[in-house]
């Protein structure tokens, strides 16, 4: 590729400019800005972190827990109230899936879809991380997957921002590229597989 045309702004993206949008991200919030009882709250509760769901252990019901948290089937069972005990959740994690297969070639005299999504891919990256959370991705294509495993590091986020770049810098008119609708539902079932299944760093698929 011509490198005045990986440059062009509005059709490809660098990773300079993708660097360059991590001040963005500081002024981005993914907190609801309806107050909490508003009926377009959706089913965010609060702004603030609450009570995770990683579960811990039932145990004894004890003076003061709360009745909500009561097991109605194992205090049946052992004709004793219990409760079930969960650890509060602090650390989030994002996972951010971003398209650049051929059919995000197209746009306004702005941008190209495809742009708008690699810049919204990392306006999102540096908030995450920002956020004091992990953010791994799904970057794919028309014939690639690639996948980056969530991490809190710099580094992580500057291996995503490369990723996207180089999928991006591949879209053309004229490039012999054939459109592959499937990839889209390959990387949402990526995204639902075990994390036990993924590899410790990343995967390359080929298609």
Known sequence: MPEAQSRTPGVHVDLDELIALEHRGRRVSFLPHQPVHSLLSGRFASRMRGRGLNFEEIRDYRPGDDVRSIDWKVTARLQKPHVRVFNEERDRQALLVVDQRLSMFFGSRLAMKSVTAAQAAAIGAWRVLGAGDRVGAIVFNDHDLVEINARRSRATVLQILSAIVAQNQE????????????????????????????????SHQRF
Do not use: S, Y
């Open 171 to 202: 879209l053309g008119v004229g490039r012999g590229l054939v459109t592959a609708p499937i990839m889209l539902n390959t990387a949402l079932e990526t995204c639902r597989a075990p994390r036990a299944a993924r590899c410790h760093d990343h």
